[in-house]
Structure formats: structure tokens, C-alpha cells
């Protein structure tokens, strides 16, 4: 059975939805594994770090087993990571062949202060009319970028953070 607190509207993806189930307080169960853990929360000291408009690295497996970085813009709203990215790329079909993620976030002021969350895509939203790619301008400082020529294909990763190891 799937719970979550009320304030926060999860919705978890076809592949998922069979694997995980997410429980109040951060707890989850692998009903594969039959496991349960709790989800870790922020070091202290380094919650600024998934405030701040800092360009992380994604790190993701392929289907074919190999490792695949890529630097990714974010937000973050206390238990998830949401980054825009496009249906046809690498790092699309990689997290739906294999949901497990790292992502890597390097504080620009203090390069030895790295913060790395650890976790599982949730699910994908679709955002054909980038408006969420718009957010992502705005809080990166650039808003006069504009839209991509790839704005139909694009989703927003809905990325849960279940591990957080200070660096």
C-alpha cells in the first residue's frame, strides 16, 4: 500500500511502482529485496548546497553496464531533486533501464565541500511547454535564454533522495 505525508503528491513510475513502496517518515521497503531503510537526512551545514543554483553531476548506469556523467541543472523541495531532460537522450533511457542514481554537487566557493545524494528516479512529468525548463532559467540566472528546440520533448525527473554522504 502506498503513503505519503499529505502535503506531498508522489506519484511513482510503471517500473516502480511494482519495486518500491514509500512509507511516512522517509521509510521505504524493496519488496524484491525485503529490505527496509530509512532515508538520510541533509548533513548539516550543507542543506545550501541543494538551494543554491549550482550545476551538479548526474550519475547514472547504461543498459549496457557503463557509468555515464552529466552535468545537470536542479531544485530541490526536501525530498526530491527535479531536473529537465529530454525522451530520446542517454541519461533518459539509462535511469528507465536502471532508476538508481548519484548526483554530485561541488560547492563553487569551497571546492572540498561536495555533498553527494543517493537514490532512485520516482518519475517522469511531462513539460512540453517548458515551463519548468523557464523555472530552471530563471533560478540559474538566465532568463533570457529561452526555450530549446527540443521544448516538446522534454520531462522533468522526479528524482527521491534517499542518501546523503558529506564529502
Given amino acids: 500500500m502506498l503513503s505519503q505525508p499529505a502535503d506531498r503528491e508522489v506519484e511513482l513510475s510503471p517500473v516502480l511502482l511494482a519495486a518500491v513502496s514509500r512509507e511516512h517518515y522517509g521509510i521505504h521497503f524493496d519488496t524484491i529485496g525485503e529490505r527496509w531503510w530509512m532515508m538520510s537526512?541533509?548533513?548539516?551545514?550543507?542543506e545550501d548546497l541543494l538551494r543554491?543554483?549550482?550545476?551538479?553531476v548526474l550519475a547514472t548506469v547504461t543498459p549496457h553496464g557503463s557509468p555515464d556523467q552529466t552535468p545537470m541543472r536542479f531544485t530541490w523541495d526536501g525530498a526530491h531533486l527535479r531536473m529537465s531532460h529530454t525522451i530520446p537522450r542517454r541519461k533518459f533511457t539509462s535511469l528507465?533501464?536502471?532508476?538508481?542514481?548519484?548526483?554530485?554537487?561541488?560547492?563553487?566557493?569551497?571546492?572540498?565541500?561536495v555533498l553527494e545524494a543517493q537514490g532512485w528516479l520516482v518519475t517522469v512529468k511531462g513539460d512540453a511547454d517548458g515551463s519548468f525548463y523557464s523555472t530552471l532559467n530563471e533560478l540559474y540566472g538566465e532568463p533570457e535564454k529561452g526555450l530549446p528546440a527540443d521544448v516538446n520533448d522534454r520531462v522533468v525527473l522526479l528524482l527521491d533522495a534517499t542518501r546523503f554522504i558529506a564529502k
Fill in 52 to 56: 543554491r543554483p549550482i550545476v551538479g
Fill in 96 to 113: 528507465q533501464a536502471n532508476p538508481n542514481y548519484s548526483f554530485l554537487i561541488t560547492d563553487p566557493d569551497a571546492p572540498s565541500r
Fill in 41 to 46: 537526512k541533509v548533513p548539516a551545514g550543507f
